[in-house]
């Protein structure tokens, strides 16, 4: 098998080095993130194949040192990395991107309209670097040699109205940004009890994403797809077992602007998870 996650399931994980998601002789796709102890715990994701490098999401200025060795353990050189995917442009998701450039000028940078307006900001100049832009439409693919393909489907709404997720034909991985995401307490890489999963989800998507709609339309749209595991940049790799579960409770979630008028079920929600201190 060469989708690693039921393995790792079930083994004592270093989360000082890779941890590699998926394996196979020409591909591979490998969590590259920080082992800081903060419950916004940020993960990066590397796919590499053919000399084709790929990063996902690489983390705030303070992840850099820490995913810049994750990836040399996985690719020697990081100069080697080709690609960045940035799915919206928070600080926690690219801040690094100046030190990456520095790194390799010739990285193009994947991402949607209005985050390539905004990320520039974090230091470098726009009219130097290599877009490749990705669509609203959700027609924007790309060939990973003839290993995979990536297809790269809107998001809006959730959170950065231009935000996107990326799925990989090849390992049937869904890299979903913040989408899935949730704030734990005591962090673990992979979902291992989906009831505690769902509040800490719920703990995230109550205050960042835009309404249940947003997230009803967005589930819609990838739920046709062969998902083996779902990869969100804060906290825990959903693997297969889960997935129709949380497709079932972030469709049927209200957030954002739906709870502006009603109770809102945090307070509820941080007692249970954080205590009620
Ligand atoms: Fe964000
Ligand atoms: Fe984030």
Not at 152 to 166: G, I, K, Y
Not at 184 to 207: P, S
Not at 238 to 248: G, L, M, N, Q, R
Request: glycine share 6%.
């Amino acid at each position: 098998m060469s989708l690693k996650i039921e393995e790792l399931k079930n083994s004592q994980i270093d989360l000082n080095r890779p941890v590699i998601l998926y394996d196979s002789p020409d591909y591979k796709v490998a969590w590259v993130g920080s082992a800081e102890e903060f419950i916004f715990r940020c993960n990066a994701y590397l796919i590499s194949s053919g000399g084709i490098n790929i990063l996902i999401d690489p983390g705030g200025i303070q992840h850099f040192p820490q995913v810049k060795d994750r990836v040399s353990k996985l690719i020697g050189n990081p100069a080697n990395v080709t690609h960045i995917i940035t799915h919206h442009q928070d600080p926690d998701v690219i801040g690094s991107l100046p030190e990456w450039l520095k790194i390799n000028p010739e990285i193009t940078i994947i991402t949607t309209p209005r985050t390539k307006v905004l990320i520039p900001y974090y230091g470098f100049d726009r009219e130097n670097v290599n877009w490749l832009d990705v669509s609203p439409l959700d027609d924007t693919i790309i060939d990973i040699g003839s290993s995979s393909t990536l297809i790269f489907l809107s998001a809006p709404f959730l959170h950065f109205p231009d935000a996107f997720v990326t799925y990989d034909a090849k390992s049937k991985i869904l890299f979903s940004g913040d989408i899935f995401a949730a704030i734990q307490k005591n962090w673990e890489l992979i979902v291992t009890d989906m009831e505690k999963h769902k509040k800490e989800m719920m703990y995230f998507h109550v205050y960042y994403m835009a309404s249940q709609k947003a997230l009803k339309y967005f589930v819609s749209k990838v739920k046709p797809f062969d998902i083996k595991a779902i990869v969100p940049q804060h906290g825990s790799i959903i693997p297969e077992e889960f997935i129709e579960d949380a497709f079932d409770f972030l469709s049927g979630l209200k957030c954002g602007i739906d709870l502006l008028y009603e109770e809102s079920p945090v307070r509820s929600i941080m007692d249970e998870i954080f205590g009620e201190s």
